[in-house]
Every structure is written in structure tokens, then in C-alpha cells.
């Protein structure tokens, strides 16, 4: 669906992409993750036919966006990251005009459905919330049925369950068979619906892969934790299994390449000695983890 | 959909949403509406010598230049600035709807309220005042009202690449008009304005496409009435218009 490689991007003397390579495949959900000036909107751009590149070779379905013409615009759909509908026009009345504007486009009331705008259908776009103007701009996005779909940050400002309504959304254009393609800041967000996910900064890709991959983060250690026990506990245990111990916010802390065996020993001791391990939990980092020792390192490397 | 269709259906949402902004009815319709009351009464019923005609007779042209301006320059400027500013044009620009048929809806729905206007302001002139209908002219007037929408269409557009913000396009749109309305005669009978002011308006659009509707509108004017030289001064400045519309615009918000 979308191939790109060693695309460059400049403005003046600022280097915005510095020769990214990309592959997204038919009917995933990819995410593209980094900080903020990190590339992200420039690179979607560029691909949204936008932006001129300044090198490299980019093909969505199949052609150049540069010079890719109404045929294509048909096939590909957008939510831009700062677009304010028309506030005269109604929702229904909008995606009807969206919708005009393609030769085969989805049913209007069944879009109105799926992003949960049904009982605002006659509201004027003005008069909706925030979360609500967001899913309409998703509605326009999806009204046209285009094979592709980028969404630049769907849900920056939404609140918790308008983000969970939108992931909703963004996980039914799956089961559509459609390829999204997403930008987000939020590491919950990529894990709970990305196939894959790619991490730039400062223009560049640091690391890419599946979520449960991402930084080498399945290999990673575990993290066995529980509340502080007794004074007299704390040296006992930590002379009874032996591994990586830490102490910190009233927990002690295990690190465990193996923590099937970790856990028994450490459990077998608590048992025989009568302790109580309180709030015992076994974690791996978590994609934020990963994702924040990753920007972290590079940011340790640039300065 | 077929290209005329796709004009049509964009114009039934311009014309939606102009009927829905109150400042563009107000600036559009009601205030040239009020202009032509208050000027009418004021002066109407005094002759203006020179010209053989009465005063409310001159303002009904005048009027009508004021809402067909409002209707085109004014209204395409502010609302191609909030589009843009919005990022709906960007939006736009996404889709396979093609520009030709996005600028031919904002056109049509701009022709349709001036048309509308000419309507309104005629009849107000005539029963209110007593100012002939114009009737072997009729020609001349409509060609002059498709010229000026044209022209002064284009010339929105060019004017809206200049203007940064949705917070400056009043002002800016405002500032270009307003001047021009005074040094024209459309405000101040001609015959009260000095020879030199009038030469210097004439170089803009304004003042001879008032021009070309006040010769439709006096009741002195032999033959059908087409103004020939001043239709040609409007569309050079249309031509111009279209060429910067089209070598200048943006898609973008200036800060995106």
C-alpha cells in the first residue's frame, strides 16, 4: 500500500526527514510514533500528496502523491491534525456533501453510525463538542470508502472515552479491510490498536516493529514487585533469591530474565517463612517504557 | 457525477450556508438595503443637474454595485480566508472534488444572491421612489452583472491570498472596498466629487462598473445601453485577478 525509501524533507536549514524507509501493507493498522517535531506530520503529509519531498522514492497504492490525480484522491481519505468543519451546515448535511464529491461513497446514515454521531445527526457542526467535531472529521475521512486511510493524531483532546469510541472506530476500519495509517502520541493508543509501529525522531526511524516487539521488548526482563514487608523480611529475601533487587516508593523489586523460576523461588520462600508478599505483581516494560528509553538514548546521543 | 452537476451540488451548500451567516446576509443583503432607504430619503426627490436625472434614480446603480461587490469580492474573500485558515480547503484539496467545480459553486451561489439583490433594490427603487424599471437595457444590465460577478469573483479570490488571517480578513477586505466606494460616486453623487478624483477611481474596478449600471439605469440612455469601454476596464481587472488566483493560491493555513 504505502513504500517509501530514503524520502528527505527540508525547510531551509532544518532537516525534517533525514532519508526514512516505510513499508505498510494492505489492511494493517500502522502508527507512527514520536515526540513532537519529530517528522511525524511531515512525512504524512508528503505522503497525503501534500508536500513536496526533497528525495527519495514514495509510492502510496501505487503512485507518486506528487503527481497522483483525482482518481487517486478518491481511494485515499484523511483526518488532518487542525481541521474545523463548516459550523453552518449540519452533520448530516456535511457528510452529504462529502460524499457528493465521490463516485462510490459510503451510505451516509451508516457512517453517521459508525462514529456514533446518530443522535446529532441535525446538529450544526458548530454546536458540537470537541470530541464530537473530531469523530466528525473522521466521518468525512471515511464517507468517501477509500482503501487508506491516514489519520493524523485522531484523538488529541479527546477525553477518555471519547477515545476509547474513536479506537472503536479505528478497530471496525480493520474489520472493513481497510489500511490505516496513523500518527499518535499516546503509547496506549498504539498498543491497543497498531499491527506494527514505527518510532521517529528528528527525522529519522530509531525502531520498528510489532508493539509486543518494539525495542526488544518481548526478550525484555521481567519485573517482579511487592509491597515492602517487615525490616528483618527485606535482608532474608534478598539473601534467599538471588537476582537484581530494588527498593524504591515503599516496593522491593525484582528484575528477572526468568521469571517463571524467580517467581518460585521467591514464593516457595515466602511460603515457608510465613510472609505475605502484598500487591505481588509481574510486569514487562511497557511500550511507553520502551518507547521513552528509546527517544531517551537518542536524545542522550544528539546532545 | 457529471461537471455541471458537481458545480450544482456545491452550490446548494454555499447557498446553505451564506442564508445561514448572519454577517453575510447582513453586510450582503440588509445593508446596501438600509443605504438605498436612507439615501433615497434623504436626497431622492432633488435633481442632480448636471446629469438630468433624480437622485434616487443615481442611487439605485449605486446601490446595486455596493450588494454585487458585497455579494462577490467581500463575501468570496472572507469566507475562501476561513476556509483555508480552517483547514477545510486542505481538506478540499483532498478529496477528487476538482477545483473548477469547487470555485464554479462559490461563483454561482455569488451570481445567484447579486442577481438577487438587483431584483431587490430595482423594485425597492421603483415602488418606494418611483425609479424607472429599465426595460430595452435589461440586456446591458445582465451582461454588466456577469462581467462584474466574474471580475470582482476573481478578485476576491486574488484578494484572499494577501490576507494572513481570519482575524485581518475584515479589516483588509474593508479597507479595499470602502475608499473606493466614496471616490467612485457610489456613495457621493459624481457631480460632487472634483474631475481628478474621478480619473484616479476610474482606474479601479469599482467606479466603471457602476458606470456600466448607471448607464443601464438612466432613463436618458439611447439603445440598449451596453457600455462597452467600462465593461472592458472591469474584466481587464477580472483577467488580472484570475491570473494571480491561479499562479498564488493556497490550500494551506499560513501557520500549517
Not at chain 1, 64 to 79: I, K, L, N, Q, Y
Not at chain 1, 151 to 174: K, M, Q, Y
Not at chain 2, 33 to 48: K, M, N, R, Y
Not at chain 2, 158 to 177: D, G
Amino acid at each position: 500500500m504505502i513504500s517509501v525509501k530514503g524520502l528527505r524533507k527540508s525547510y531551509g536549514a532544518l532537516e525534517a526527514l533525514r532519508g526514512i524507509d516505510l513499508e505498510v501493507r494492505r489492511g494493517e493498522i500502522f502508527a507512527f510514533l514520536g515526540p513532537n517535531g519529530a517528522g511525524k506530520t511531515t512525512a504524512i503529509s508528503v505522503l497525503e500528496g501534500y508536500l513536496e519531498r526533497d528525495g527519495g522514492t514514495v509510492e502510496v497504492l501505487g503512485e507518486d502523491p506528487a503527481t497522483a490525480g483525482r482518481e487517486w484522491r478518491g481511494r485515499v481519505g484523511f483526518v488532518l491534525q487542525e481541521c474545523r468543519m463548516e459550523s453552518l451546515l449540519t452533520v448530516r448535511e456535511t457528510l452529504t456533501m462529502y460524499a457528493g464529491y465521490y463516485r462510490d461513497p459510503r451510505p451516509v446514515e451508516a457512517t453517521i453510525d459508525l462514529v456514533g454521531l446518530a443522535e446529532k445527526a441535525d446538529e450544526r457542526a458548530g454546536r458540537l463538542s470537541g470530541g464530537q467535531q473530531r469523530r466528525l472529521d473522521v466521518a468525512v475521512a471515511l464517507v468517501g470508502d477509500a482503501e487508506l486511510l491516514f489519520l493524523d493524531e485522531p484523538t488529541t483532546g479527546f477525553d477518555p472515552s471519547a477515545r476509547r469510541a474513536a479506537w472503536a472506530v479505528i478497530e471496525g476500519l480493520r474489520d472493513l479491510g481497510k489500511t490505516v495509517m496513523l500518527t499518535t502520541h499516546y503509547m496506549d493508543e498504539a498498543q491497543a490498536l497498531a499491527d506494527r509501529v514505527a518510532v521517529i525522531t528528528a527525522g529519522e526511524i530509531i525502531a520498528a516493529g510489532t508493539p509486543d516487539d518494539l525495542g526488544g521488548r518481548r526478550h525484555a526482563d521481567s519485573l517482579i514487585s511487592f509491597d515492602l514487608p517487615a525490616a528483618a523480611a527485606v535482608s532474608a529475601v534478598r539473601g534467599a533469591v538471588t537476582g537484581e533487587w530494588t527498593q524504591s516508593n515503599g516496593r522491593l523489586a525484582l528484575r528477572s530474565a526468568d521469571p517463571t523460576r524467580s517467581l518460585h523461588e521467591l514464593t516457595a520462600w515466602a511460603l515457608d517463612h510465613d510472609v505475605r508478599l502484598g500487591g505481588l505483581e509481574v510486569t514487562r516494560p511497557s511500550l511507553e517504557d520502551v518507547y521513552l528509553d528509546l527517544i531517551g538514548e537518542e536524545r542522550g546521543r544528539a546532545t | 457525477m457529471s461537471g455541471a452537476a458537481l458545480i450544482l451540488h456545491q452550490f446548494r451548500y454555499e447557498q446553505k450556508v451564506f442564508w445561514r451567516s448572519p454577517a453575510a446576509v447582513f453586510f450582503t443583503v440588509m445593508f446596501p438595503v438600509i443605504f438605498l432607504l436612507i439615501f433615497a430619503s434623504l436626497f431622492g426627490d432633488q435633481e442632480i443637474e448636471e446629469l438630468g436625472i433624480e437622485t434616487a434614480t443615481y442611487y439605485v446603480p449605486g446601490i446595486i454595485t455596493l450588494a454585487v461587490v458585497s455579494a462577490t469580492l467581500v463575501n468570496v474573500a472572507m469566507r475562501l480566508v476561513e476556509m483555508r485558515e480552517s483547514g477545510r480547503l486542505k481538506r478540499m484539496r483532498g478529496t477528487p472534488l476538482p477545483t473548477w467545480a469547487y470555485i464554479g459553486g462559490r461563483i454561482g451561489n455569488a451570481f445567484v444572491v447579486s442577481l438577487l439583490m438587483v431584483v431587490i433594490v430595482t423594485l425597492l427603487g421603483n415602488v418606494l421612489y418611483g425609479v424607472p424599471v429599465p426595460t430595452t437595457t435589461i440586456p446591458a444590465l445582465l451582461l454588466t452583472l456577469v462581467v462584474g460577478t466574474f471580475a470582482f469573483c476573481s478578485l476576491g479570490i486574488a484578494l484572499s491570498i494577501a490576507i494572513p488571517s481570519e482575524q485581518a480578513a475584515p479589516p483588509i477586505t474593508n479597507f479595499t472596498v470602502l475608499p473606493l466606494y466614496f471616490l467612485s460616486g457610489v456613495f457621493v453623487p459624481e457631480t460632487e466629487i472634483p474631475d481628478g478624483v474621478l480619473t484616479f477611481a476610474s482606474v479601479f474596478p469599482i467606479r466603471p462598473f457602476f458606470q456600466a449600471f448607471l448607464t443601464a439605469y438612466d432613463p436618458l440612455t439611447a439603445g440598449a445601453g451596453f457600455d462597452w469601454g467600462h465593461l472592458a476596464v472591469v474584466a481587464a481587472w477580472g483577467v488580472a485577478g484570475t491570473l494571480v488566483a491561479v499562479r498564488c493560491f493556497r490550500w494551506a493555513p499560513r501557520h500549517g
